[in-house]
């Protein structure tokens, strides 16, 4: 691992855990570095042999959103994808959300999707459609919901809807303040000048 030779890392780790019967977390966590790195290959190896153990493991579920999430970066990091390939990841992830519902990592799965469809497949109001839901739950935990309202007050600057998004992102900067991610929405907050100067001028016009 410090040699960044992950493949050999990974290899290793297998070969542990089903020496020992473990239940892959540990070639779970080399998948994730490796994907940081941006060894792609080597995550998505990682993650597949998680997967491959079946559901009665503990990271299956995890493992599997991983999986796919790797996949998506793999394609995006290069200019050779296409739209098909994007549908192709979008059905994935819809497949993954109607495979595991009521659990705690649908609701993650529901925001890297809508990411996919915003950023990438430019579908911002099916991608501001499914976090909505999200961000109305009052059951949806602290940390999840406080993450679907900065992605959907992005979304709403995309879509030119500037006063919703400033809302969301002062939100979650005063129920998070002291935590990185209410530093995130405190970083997005003081474009409320500019968009308040771009919202007069398209007035003016």
């Known amino acids: 691992m410090q040699r960044k030779d992950f493949d050999a890392a990974l290899l290793q780790a297998k070969s542990l855990d089903m ?9 779970r966590n080399i998948s994730k570095i490796a994907a940081e790195q941006k060894n792609y290959d080597v995550a998505i190896k990682g993650y597949q042999y998680v997967v491959n153990k079946g559901n009665s493991y503990p990271w ?4 599997n ?15 050779r994808y296409n739209k098909n390939d994007l549908e192709q990841l979008k059905h994935t992830y819809i497949q993954f959300i109607n495979a595991f519902k009521n659990d705690y990592t ?8 809508s990411q996919l469809e915003a950023l990438y497949i430019h579908e911002i109001d099916s991608a501001i459609n499914r976090i909505v839901p999200i961000v109305e739950n009052t059951r949806t935990p602290k940390e999840l919901l ?24 002062t939100q979650v ?17 003081p474009s409320y000048h500019i968009i308040k100067a771009i919202s007069s001028g398209r007035k003016h016009n």
């Open 19 to 27: 020496l020992r019967n473990e239940d892959g977390e540990n070639v």
């Open 60 to 63: 299956f579920v995890t493992a």
């Open 65 to 79: 959103l991983e999986l796919i999430n790797v996949q998506r970066d793999q394609i995006v990091a290069t200019t």
């Open 106 to 113: 649908v609701v993650n799965a529901t925001l890297e999707l």
């Open 146 to 169: 406080s993450k679907a309202k900065i992605y959907l007050g992005d979304y709403y600057l995309i879509a030119d809807q500037y006063w919703e998004s400033i809302l969301l992102y």
């Open 173 to 189: 900067e005063k129920e998070q303040k002291g935590n990185p991610i209410g530093e995130e929405a405190n970083s997005e907050t």
